[in-house]
Each structure stands twice: as structure tokens, then as C-alpha cells.
């Protein structure tokens, strides 16, 4: 994925690995600064803990915990590919004994994950769902395990997902 550059700027250098880690394996082009580092022209948002972009006071900048980094990640990534917020949020599982998701905005791929139950799976949606800014979201499941397909629906359909 090409959109442009993300900057890590912290002094925790745990969040910072973490953050690299995590932007790397979704092919975003990063890098890490040290916190009093000028950011590049090149620089469409930066992630630092909360404290350090508060100090910042750039809107440039999200804040991120040891605790949010996927949810920090998807948030820069919406920064920088659309800057607001998404019409159609869609999610697609894969159902299985692992069963697999990925989630579209607006056409765009935004991320994939593999969940070791229906539980995780729905939970994980949900989670997402609050942190991405959407008008329409919906859940799609696809001809896998018939059972497990059934199970996914019922638990979404529960807690008030389109399916």
C-alpha cells in the first residue's frame, strides 16, 4: 500500500517498535523520528504517545498506547488515504475453524486479520466499527463452514450488525 509517508515519532521506544511492526506488515512506507526531529515534508501524519502529540499540538499527529496500536494504525492509515470519514464500511469473513476477516472502505482494502473463534471475530468487528468513522456499515459472510457461517450471523445479528 502507497499512501504516503507515516512517521513514528516517540521516545517509547516499545510503542515505536510496535508501531513499525504493525505499519510494516500492512506495506505502509514509515518511519521512525526521535520526538524533537523536524518532520519531513513528505509526512502526512505522525504517531506519538498521547502526551507527546499533546505537547506537539499538531493535527498532524495521533496518539497511540501499548494498548491501541491497531486502532492507532487504522486511523492514521483513514488520515491519510480519505482524511474523513468512510461511507461503506464493509466487513468480509471467511468462516472456519480460523475464521478470516478483512475489512473495506469505500472500495479501499484497509486491513486483514485471522481470529481463533467466532467470538474474537465479532468482537474485533465491533471494535473496529467504533474506531473508523463510517456511515453504513455491513457484514458479509462467505460459503465456508455452514455451521460456523450460521454461528457468525446469529452473534452479529445480536449485537446489531447488518448482515
Same mark, same amino acid.
Given at each position: 500500500?502507497?499512501?504516503g509517508? %507515516?512517521? @513514528?515519532r516517540?521516545?517509547d521506544? !516499545?510503542? *515505536?517498535? !510496535? #508501531?513499525?511492526a $504493525?505499519l510494516?506488515?500492512?506495506h505502509?512506507?514509515?518511519?521512525h523520528?526521535?520526538?524533537?526531529?523536524?518532520?519531513?515534508? &513528505?509526512?502526512?501524519v505522525?504517531?506519538a504517545?498521547?502526551?507527546e @502529540?499533546? *505537547?506537539?499540538?499538531?493535527?498532524l499527529?495521533?496518539?497511540?498506547t501499548?494498548?491501541?496500536?491497531?486502532? &492507532?494504525i487504522?486511523?492514521?492509515?483513514?488520515? %491519510?488515504?480519505?482524511g474523513?470519514v468512510?461511507?461503506? #464500511?464493509?466487513?468480509?469473513?471467511d468462516p $472456519?475453524? !480460523?475464521?478470516?476477516l *478483512?475489512w473495506?472502505?469505500?472500495g479501499r482494502i #484497509? $486491513?486483514?486479520a485471522q481470529?481463533? &473463534?467466532?467470538? *474474537?471475530t %465479532?468482537?474485533?468487528?465491533?471494535?473496529?466499527?467504533n474506531d473508523? $468513522?463510517?456511515? &453504513? #456499515?455491513?457484514? !458479509?459472510i462467505g460459503?465456508?463452514?455452514?455451521?460456523?457461517s450460521?454461528?457468525l450471523a446469529n452473534?452479529?445479528?445480536a449485537?446489531?450488525l447488518?448482515v
Amino acid at each position: 500500500m502507497n499512501v504516503g509517508k %507515516v512517521i @513514528v515519532r516517540t521516545s517509547d521506544f !516499545r510503542l *515505536a517498535y !510496535r #508501531l513499525l511492526a $504493525g505499519l510494516k506488515a500492512r506495506h505502509v512506507r514509515c518511519a521512525h523520528l526521535e520526538q524533537d526531529a523536524p518532520l519531513p515534508p &513528505s509526512a502526512l501524519v505522525w504517531l506519538a504517545t498521547p502526551e507527546e @502529540v499533546e *505537547a506537539a499540538a499538531d493535527p498532524l499527529g495521533i496518539g497511540a498506547t501499548l494498548e491501541s496500536i491497531d486502532s &492507532s494504525i487504522e486511523r492514521a492509515l483513514r488520515f %491519510v488515504a480519505k482524511g474523513g470519514v468512510i461511507k461503506e #464500511l464493509t466487513f468480509g469473513i471467511d468462516p $472456519g475453524p !480460523r475464521p478470516g476477516l *478483512a475489512w473495506v472502505g469505500d472500495g479501499r482494502i #484497509l $486491513g486483514t486479520a485471522q481470529f481463533e &473463534s467466532v467470538d *474474537a471475530t %465479532v468482537d474485533r468487528i465491533c471494535s473496529l466499527s467504533n474506531d473508523i $468513522g463510517h456511515t &453504513s #456499515l455491513t457484514v !458479509r459472510i462467505g460459503d465456508g463452514s455452514r455451521t460456523i457461517s450460521n454461528r457468525l450471523a446469529n452473534v452479529c445479528l445480536a449485537r446489531g450488525l447488518k448482515v
